[in-house]
């Protein structure tokens, strides 16, 4: 399980816009969703280089500090 | 004419200060408010309160339908918009003319044309108001390659629709350009319906200097003097003043004169505000207009003694200005710092919870505008900002101990705040000494912070 990471949100927020599918490869830094929080866009990225497993989220939805936004297994 | 019933269309520190004017005028008054701000202390200055829905600003503050709606089952003459949501909406200032009611602010013509960068620009030409070298609307990476290195850089990447900041990006070489196109686009056409962006020469070590303007139906119009806004971060101001520290009385007279042969050629009227850079050597050039009232507005009512709301509702009532040029004679200095909730220790990133211990300072010379009390909550729907501090004091050294003084007293628990990092940026000696950059806070004044 050490290569699956968690991709959180940094503050509480709610989701503007998902830039990745479930299956999707992504680098390391690579946008994975985009909050919105107190009129302020916030790009949460993977940490991983690796491929999207789960997308836990849907826009306009409300999400709390530390909610995981998705999952990366990573390559 | 005057007007006999408003419908306060904010939230918040704003909604309280117009609130507040409309009472000192002798206009009754509706507050609106979200699921989310039935408790907010804002509320409790109205004459009447009406639910809009949803916490969600679509639901509420930009919900038009639900406002016209409330403003005409409550008998409303009028709609002030405050700053923010859809003060600088033409579109939807437009229907609101349309409806019938008085819109508190300029005509959606003038918003419309302001609200167009370019636009504004090329009017700016027509008012021999002096600009920065920039060019018209990009077309392509390619077309923004090329005119970037015509202009030479560094360059400002801008999106043509939309204001505070939002999608502009300093390229000292060509190396960002691309994400920085791509993402003022985006942001252009998210946030405000257009994708255009255009560009402009950046001017190194500017300081962000704005003349305050009213006009009437009468042709009256005149300036309140000069706001210093230059710390910033992620184009937010945090710290205004006036006088500005760069400014001497013929520098003041050329910019306001800037000012209103601009608002002269739109037939501006109510309050509205140049923005100019102002550069190391003394010149200075158009940035922008806001047609609103703005956030920093009352450094300048502290040392005029003139209510810019209150003005606002007379001219919106077809009154007259109750004052003239000759009648604007600041007096002293005037500082303000916004406490925004935000966690300086993560990058500013927003913070929110329940306000559980709030402290007002107060004591000769202090003004705070706030919109919290012990049990409002701060969400992730609206503005970050909780409130303001304002000072004032004869001179900038008085004035600068009186803001240190305001803020140790200022105590703010449940959310982080900027107040640690205002207390540091006002006793730092480039504060002191007035030597203000636009980057002075993000390229200095923070990651000294950071390091220590």
Redesign the interface.
Known sequence: MADRVDVVA?????VASIAVARGAAVAAGDTVVTL???????AVPSDRAGTVEEVLVAEGQ?VE?GAVLARVRAA | MSLKKVLVANRGEIAARVLRACRESGIATVAVCSEADRDSPYTRLADEVRDLGGAKVTESYLNLDRILEVASATGCDAIHPGYGFFAENAKLVRRIEETGLTFIGPSSASIALMGDKLAARRVAADARVPLLPGTEAVESLDDASRLADKLGYPVILKPAAGGGGIGMTILHNPAGLERAYTAAARLGQAMFGSGTVYLETFLTGGRHVEIQLLADHHGHALHLGERECSLQRRSQKLVEETPSPAVDEPLRQEMAGAALRLAGVIRYHNAGTIEFLLGPDGRFYFLEMNTRVQVEHPVTEMVTGIDIVREQLRVAGGLPLSVDQRDVRPRGHAIECRIYAEDPDRNFLPSTGRISAFDIPSGPGVRVDAGIAPGSTVSVHYDPMLGKVIVWDHDRPHAIARMLRALGELRVEGVRTTRDVLLKVIDSPEFRAGRLHTRLLEDVLVPRLKGT
């Open positions: 940094p503050v509480p927020g709610l919105q929080s107190m009129k302020m866009e916030i409300e500090l």
